[in-house]
Antibody, heavy 123, light 110 residues
């Protein structure tokens, strides 16, 4: 069945970078976009953007441009989220999610989610 | 700051019906599909309703979605203790060119 498996928790110092992975199982990776969603402690869900797994073209949500980078390694069906120049306010759980609609756009039809990766930024 | 507004909490006794509202605008709910997600404590969100009123396989028919104008609703009938969770609506926003989530509603089964 369709599954997304994310990398483990990270503890980073302010100013450092982190790279979170999201490995897909059970479907052809390059047929569905991968979205990234942030959830700060005790807060709601925020859409960060998505990446077209066929072309590699990323789309970043307003408010998430500048320090984040979406990337792929299609040979291992994996998407990555990198956050640079980490700040304390980046402390959150980061989720990847597959969009059923495909590769034209993000739609919100997220039928499969990774288990989440907790990134803690603290000195 | 989310553009979709939900009540912070809702509650009901087992067996009763609870309805959660999601208020938006013409640029999101008014013109696009609405999705609902359930997040049980300590777990990842799960798709509950897609394209306004469709249930993925495996989701009980106790859950139903609807939309009217710029608002959407999620109804849970026959409330059960395992329905205690946070519920989020979501829709594409044409003005922002991005997906927006609701503020979230915590459902408590009394």
């Amino acid at each position: 069945q369709v599954r997304l498996v994310q990398s483990g928790s990270e503890l980073k110092k302010p100013g450092a970078s982190v790279k979170v992975s999201c490995k897909a199982f059970g479907y052809r990776f390059t047929t569905s976009g991968v979205n990234w969603v942030r959830q700060a402690p005790g807060q709601g869900l925020e859409w960060m953007g998505w990446i077209n797994t066929d072309t590699g073209n990323p789309t970043y949500a307003q408010g998430f441009t500048g320090r984040i980078v979406f990337s792929l390694d299609t040979s291992v069906s994996t998407a990555y989220l990198q956050i640079n120049s980490l700040k304390a306010e980046d402390t959150a759980i980061y989720y990847c999610a597959r969009d059923v609609v495909g590769l034209y756009s993000s739609s919100g039809w997220f039928d499969s989610w990774g288990q989440g990766t907790l990134v803690t930024v603290s000195s | 700051q989310s553009v979709l507004t939900q009540p912070p909490s809702a509650s009901g006794t087992p067996g009763l019906r609870v309805t959660i509202s999601c208020s938006g605008s013409n640029s999101n709910i008014g013109t696009n599909y609405v999705y609902w997600f359930q997040q049980l404590p300590g777990t990842a969100p799960k798709l509950l309703i897609y394209r306004i009123d469709q249930r993925p396989s495996g989701v009980p028919d106790r859950f139903s979605g609807s939309k009217s104008g710029t608002s959407a609703s999620l109804a849970i009938s026959g409330l059960r203790s395992e329905d205690e969770a946070e519920y989020y609506c979501a829709a594409w926003d044409d003005s922002l060119s991005g997906l927006v989530f609701g503020t979230g509603t915590k459902v408590t089964v009394l």
